[in-house]
């Protein structure tokens, strides 16, 4: 039977991705200075603004502030809360499996190297002009368990020259021979 599956993954200032990496860096600050420190932190993003919500249970104070500019500066101190959105492509899926060493989908792990070299790229200025925030969507056509084809790659990125198809260096080598 044929069918198509797609993941996506995100650049690591994606909103989602951002986050994700503010929230962990106020759970680290907290237990680099209390092991016994209790944490349930929210955190949203949106276009100017971040919010940080929730619970934290600790005999040291650690600054938000402070967690929240570090997580900035590791994504290049932007992202898309700042700019305008990448744009959302649909909903997708992951889960375990033995198609791949990693134990991830085909076509996730390409997702993921997809952005993996698209943020390189971006710290490296191997691409000039694009921001942290991105995100790539790759589906392939299977045969039963066996992928044999693409059927399709997107890459939302933010940049700065509109029109111009700035992530083709970081696709073209991700794709296995074969499908």
Known sequence: MTSIRTCESTCIGHPDKLCDLIADTVLDDLLFEDLSARCAVEVMATKGRIIVAGEITSSVKVSIRAAVRRALTRTGGEGAFVLTGA?????????????????????????????????????????????????????????????????????????????????????????????
């Open 87 to 179: 744009g959302d492509q649909g909903t997708v899926y992951g889960y375990a499996t033995d198609e791949t060493p990693e134990y991830l989908p085909l076509p996730l792990v390409i997702a993921h190297e997809i952005c993996k070299r698209l943020d390189a790229a971006r710290m490296e200025g191997t691409i000039s002009g694009i921001s942290s925030d991105g995100k790539s969507q790759v589906s392939l056509r299977y045969e039963g368990e066996r992928a044999v084809g693409v059927a399709a790659v997107v890459v939302s990125i933010q940049h700065t020259q509109p029109g111009r198809n700035t992530a083709e260096p970081s696709i073209d080598d991700v794709i296995p021979v074969g499908i």
